[in-house]
């Protein structure tokens, strides 16, 4: 079955690079970099920052080790929490760098490209999903928030056991997660 975006793709070129994941990617592969070699690293501030950058990777690593990305839809892990946890993860790691490099600018350009490309990549991934599992995503949707975790008590709902190989080869976390330990270290040297 094919899926298309609607409406936004006559937008024009804004509207397409909303849409486009590779941009959405770079982003974030570039934003680290930008903070880290530009910021100044500050205790309490750099432990600050540290902190909520290991939270958002390890909420991230949870995920990929989860996710079988249109082929099974997860609802175990974080998903038993949140639909979509590596947003999550990608929003306390940029957050994180944010408070670690004590660069004003960085949470202005970091709220701007999070505004610009989060909300119609949710959207876009809650429609997708939705027509490929159809009652299965409505029934697990219903009480789980985008990006705001519910902690209601709830059933398992069967899904698969973390993997790291699934989370190597899904996303390549394990090197995120090494990326992102390079670029704190040269933060603080």
Do not use: C
Not at 62 to 84: C, E, I, Q
Not at 101 to 121: D, G, K, N, R
């Amino acid at each position: 079955m094919a899926f298309t975006r609607s409406g936004s793709d006559s937008a024009g070129i804004i509207g397409k690079l909303r849409f486009h994941e590779a941009s959405r990617q770079w982003f974030a592969i570039l934003f680290v970099p930008l903070v880290a070699l530009l910021g100044t690293a500050a205790m309490p501030w750099f432990f600050a920052g540290t902190i909520l950058v290991i939270i958002g990777e390890a909420v991230r690593l949870w995920a990929s080790g989860h996710v079988r990305k249109n082929k099974m839809l997860a609802t175990d892990g974080p998903y038993a929490f949140v639909r979509h946890p590596l947003y999550v993860g990608n929003i306390l790691v940029l957050l994180g760098f944010s408070i670690a490099s004590m660069l004003w600018w960085s949470y202005v350009l970091m709220v701007f490209l999070l505004w610009f490309y989060y909300p119609p990549a949710i959207a876009y991934e809650d429609k997708k999903l939705h027509s490929i599992f159809g009652e299965q995503w409505e029934n697990w949707s219903r009480d789980i928030h985008a990006l705001i975790p519910s902690f209601k008590s709830k059933p398992s709902q069967g899904g698969s056991e973390w993997s790291f190989r699934q989370s190597l080869m899904q996303n390549g976390e394990p090197v995120i997660a090494l990326y992102l330990v390079v670029f704190l270290y040269l933060l603080l040297t």
